[in-house]
């Protein structure tokens, strides 16, 4: 048999809410102890329809919320019930026996709105469904217990100042975590709390809007409006959020310029240049960004002349700058208007204009020191080529603005006339000629004439002075290059041959207007023919030239048309030679050949000289090396006396006559016969002298005392007839002068040496110290 499955739903305390039941019946057919046709019954499974649960209960023990039951349940104990699904076992708990439901702890419908359990009944012994399972959904009923948040506040805002009333500003948006479909938990409406009377928000839709009209930014900028949330549809007991909107006003051009005085005054010198700041104005805007920015103008035709006023790069100042040179001696003050004006306007805000303001301005001028002014900015003067020195040129004026009568004095500066073609006046300033001019190597003159004034040097002003020298016909005409030419001996009569240009390098007298004049007479070689364009043709006449080795110089006769008229002579070379048919040159005369290969006499010459010089470098390299070796041998060849002798051993003085042969160092050849007795030392004075010649009588003569004084050291025998060097390591023992050292002096005679080491004895080198203080002194009468 089968049973029938129910669900008891019951109220307990409001918390379980049961729904419609349908628990259709299943019969099968062939019952048991009923013979015949199987009788089939269809039945249908349950059917759950949802139920709630309220949330947020936190009672002190499980909550039933409802019971599960089957017809098959005798109430033997035999029937377990099961249930699975979400929350099954930790959310919700099934007594087995009883198929009591219970919710074990507080549900939040935020966290889950919802579970899906799974209910079935199987026999307790063996686990066997009793009946199929039956899916039901558990809906957690909504309370108020979320308040209305504002996920992007705080709000910023910006509307223009002035705006209208009802002027949108910004939409604020609450969010309630309530279920909407369930009451009014998350019915909001939005209230202001903080912004009255300047703003409103919209009940439902939380648009904030403007309130009040002329809201004005220079007054008030920034507004915090206070916009609150509240649900329940606004309700008493309703949970409310609420968030801020910081409203800027943005700025409209609604103020005009104003300056803040009437009148501005200035000065500047008189020397100030054009471009100089005078000062500064600026009207007051409490406008910001462009609507403040201004222009400014002058109204007067006085100012400006004088004056002109810009915008400086914030466009809030107005500039007011020198437009032209100024003179104090010619005006002392200037009196204008200044006007400021708005650059952008809007045109809604006309009714609050005119957007300018005006105001007057005085500037004073100053005196200064001034340098001389130049009656002209700059001098251009004339002057023909050829002139004789001291020529008038012409003159420069300067003069003291300040005082008219103080002199000048004037001067060129080296610089730029480096040449010093001209020289000035210093009290006129008339500039003449110091050297004649050819206007052929320069035609400009560019001089700066330096003016001072006499009382104050640091007072000086220049000016430029160009001076052009005229041209004058002193050049005659010439060829404007060499000419050298072939014609074929084959070349008709009549045959152009070259055209001849000529070159005047006056003004006056152009190339064009030169004249040519060839060879006159029936028995001319060639024919030149004026083209009357400063060129001529040279043509083969009616009788062909002969040939000959060498090429015709064909004079020819130039002249231009100049004041006075000037002649040249220029001469054209022409060879004649054979030709091909073709009119190339087969063969020629050497120099013509030569010419028509391209090499004319002129690279001729100068390949000559240059093998020439060539070769006088190689003559004049051999016999410097020759010269070189000469000397080279010659040097060999000399007496070995004269060589310095350099060796390591140490001498013993003048006793050693072991270590160094001195007599390697004496001339045999001019050594005089030895005499008998000990041999001579060379290198010390002999002890007998050859008596000294008187000085001549009358007065001392110089030169002729030095004659007399080497005429005797050329005939005194005892002088080596060479230099000797001779190094020693250390002085030796023995030598007959001694010691050079003055420790060793005798304090008695004054560290003079005494009669046992006569000075006369020391050699030629001490003569003179043995002439001061060798001599005896006569004794005491």
């Given at each position: 048999?089968?049973?029938?499955v129910?669900?008891?739903l ?9 729904g419609?039941l ?8 062939g ?12 039945r249908r499974s349950w059917?759950w329809?949802?139920f ?19 017809d ?13 699904g979400?929350?099954?076992g930790?959310?919700f708990?099934?007594d087995e ?8 702890k507080s ?6 709105a919802?579970?899906?359990?799974l209910?079935?009944a199987v ?19 909504d309370?108020n ?11 910023h805002?910006?509307?223009p100042e002035?705006s209208n009333v009802?002027?949108s500003?910004?939409?604020v948006?609450?969010h ?5 479909s369930y009451g ?8 202001v709390?903080?912004?009255l009377p300047?703003f409103?928000?919209?009940p439902?839709?939380?648009v904030?809007?403007?309130?009040i ?13 206070v ?5 329940m549809?606004g309700h ?8 801020t ?6 700025d ?6 104003k ?8 000065s500047v ?23 403040a ?5 002058i109204?007067?035709?006085e100012g ?7 915008t400086?790069s ?22 204008f208007?200044?006007?400021?004006t ?6 809604a805000?006309?009714?609050?204009g ?5 105001a007057?301005?005085r500037v004073v001028?100053?005196d ?7 009656t ?17 040129v ?16 004037y001067?060129?500066?080296?610089h ?19 050297a004649?001019l050819?206007r052929?190597?320069?035609v400009?003159h ?5 003016a001072?004034?006499?009382d104050?040097s640091a007072?000086?002003?220049?000016v ?14 010439q ?6 030419t072939f014609?074929?001996?084959?070349a ?9 240009r000529a070159l005047?390098?006056d003004?006056?007298g ?6 040519f004049?060839?060879?006159l007479?029936?028995d001319a ?17 009616s ?8 090429p015709?110089?064909?004079?020819i006769?130039?002249?231009?048309w100049g004041?006075?008229a ?7 070379t022409v060879?004649?030679?054979r030709?091909?048919?073709d009119?190339?040159v087969a ?5 013509a050949?030569?010419s028509a290969a391209?090499?004319?006499t002129g690279a001729?010459?100068a ?10 470098l ?5 016999a ?14 000399e007496?070995v ?5 350099t060796?390591?051993?140490e001498g ?7 270590a160094?042969d001195?007599?390697?160092l004496?001339n045999?050849?001019g050594a ?11 290198d010390v004075?002999?002890?007998?002298r050859?008596?000294r010649?008187?000085r001549?009588p ?12 080497l005429?005797e ?14 190094v020693?390591g ?10 050079l050292?003055s420790?060793?002096?005798g ?10 080491e ?11 110290l043995?002439?001061?203080y060798?001599a005896?002194?006569p004794?005491?009468?």
């Amino acid at each position: 048999m089968w049973g029938l499955v129910r669900l008891l739903l019951t109220w307990l305390g409001g918390w379980g809410c049961m729904g419609h039941l349908a628990a259709p019946a299943q019969a099968w057919a062939g019952s048991r102890g009923h013979p015949g046709p199987a009788l089939l019954r269809t039945r249908r499974s349950w059917v759950w329809n949802q139920f709630f649960v309220i949330e947020e209960y936190a009672g002190p023990e499980p909550v039933l919320i409802g019971k599960l039951h089957s017809d098959v349940d005798r109430g033997e104990g035999r029937t377990k019930y099961l249930l699975t699904g979400e929350g099954a076992g930790t959310v919700f708990v099934i007594d087995e026996a009883t198929g009591n439901i219970h919710v074990t702890k507080s549900l939040d419908r935020e966290e889950k709105a919802q579970y899906v359990l799974l209910a079935q009944a199987v026999d307790r012994a063996s686990n066997r469904p009793l009946e199929p399972p039956s899916e039901f959904i558990i809906k957690v009923q909504d309370i108020n217990d979320n308040p209305p948040i504002f996920p992007l506040g705080p709000y910023h805002a910006t509307v223009p100042e002035m705006s209208n009333v009802g002027t949108s500003v910004i939409q604020v948006t609450a969010h309630d975590a309530d279920d909407p479909s369930y009451g009014n938990s998350a019915k909001l409406v939005y209230t202001v709390l903080d912004g009255l009377p300047f703003f409103s928000v919209d009940p439902q839709t939380g648009v904030v809007r403007t309130a009040i009209p002329n809201m004005d930014r220079e007054t008030q900028e920034e507004f915090l409006v206070v916009i609150q949330a509240k649900d329940m549809g606004g309700h008493m007991g309703g949970l409310s959020g609420s968030t801020t909107v910081t409203v800027t006003l943005s700025d409209v051009n609604d103020n005009p310029p104003k300056f803040p005085q009437s009148l501005y005054q200035f000065s500047v010198v008189e020397t100030a240049g054009p471009g100089t700041l005078v000062g500064r104005l600026r009207a007051q805007d409490p406008d910001l960004g462009d609507n403040a920015l201004m222009a400014y103008s002058i109204l007067d035709g006085e100012g400006s002349e004088a004056f002109s006023i810009s915008t400086d790069s914030q466009g809030q100042d107005g500039l007011l700058t020198v437009r032209k040179p100024l003179d104090f001696e010619r005006r002392h003050s200037y009196s204008f208007r200044v006007e400021a004006t708005n650059t952008l306007i809007d045109p809604a805000y006309l009714r609050r204009g005119p957007f300018k303001d005006v105001a007057s301005v005085r500037v004073v001028v100053q005196d200064a020191p001034e340098p001389p002014a130049f009656t002209q900015a700059a001098y251009y003067l004339t002057v023909p080529e050829n002139k004789a020195p001291g020529t008038l040129v012409g003159q420069i004026s300067a003069a003291d603005l300040d005082s008219p009568a103080s002199p000048i004095r004037y001067s060129i500066l080296p610089h730029s006339d480096p040449e010093r073609c001209f020289s000035i006046q210093p009290e006129e300033g008339t500039i003449h000629t110091a050297a004649p001019l050819d206007r052929e190597a320069r035609v400009w003159h560019n001089l700066t004439v330096l003016a001072t004034e006499l009382d104050s040097s640091a007072q000086a002003s220049r000016v430029q002075v160009a001076i052009q020298t005229l041209d004058e016909n002193d050049n005659a005409p010439q060829l404007a290059e060499p000419y050298d030419t072939f014609v074929c001996d084959s070349a008709a009569p009549g045959q152009l041959i070259q055209v001849i240009r000529a070159l005047d390098r006056d003004e006056a007298g152009n190339s064009s207007h030169v004249s040519f004049q060839g060879p006159l007479g029936p028995d001319a070689n060639f024919t030149v023919r004026d083209n009357q364009d400063g060129s001529a043709n040279l043509l083969l006449p009616s009788r062909p030239a002969p040939p000959r080795q060498a090429p015709y110089l064909v004079p020819i006769e130039l002249w231009d048309w100049g004041q006075p008229a000037l002649r040249s002579t220029a001469t054209v070379t022409v060879s004649v030679c054979r030709c091909q048919p073709d009119g190339s040159v087969a063969s020629c005369w050497p120099e013509a050949h030569l010419s028509a290969a391209g090499l004319s006499t002129g690279a001729l010459l100068a390949i000559v000289t240059c093998v020439g010089a060539l070769l006088a470098l190689v003559v004049l390299f051999v016999a410097l090396r020759r010269q070189k070796q000469e000397a080279l041998m010659v040097l060999e060849e000399e007496d070995v006396r004269e060589n310095i002798i350099t060796y390591d051993d140490e001498g013993g003085g003048e006793e050693d006559t072991e270590a160094f042969d001195i007599t390697a160092l004496q001339n045999p050849d001019g050594a005089a016969p030895p005499a008998p007795g000990p041999p001579a030392r060379r290198d010390v004075l002999p002890r007998s002298r050859v008596p000294r010649q008187p000085r001549p009588p009358g007065p001392a003569d110089v030169a002729q005392l030095l004659a007399l004084r080497l005429r005797e050291a050329d005939e005194d025998p005892s002088v080596p007839p060479y230099d000797s060097v001779q190094v020693y390591g250390y002085e030796g023992r023995g030598s007959s002068c001694g010691s050079l050292s003055s420790l060793g002096s005798g304090s008695e005679a004054g560290g003079i040496p005494g009669p046992a080491e006569p000075l006369d004895d020391w050699g030629p080198l001490f003569r003179t110290l043995a002439e001061l203080y060798g001599a005896k002194e006569p004794p005491a009468p």
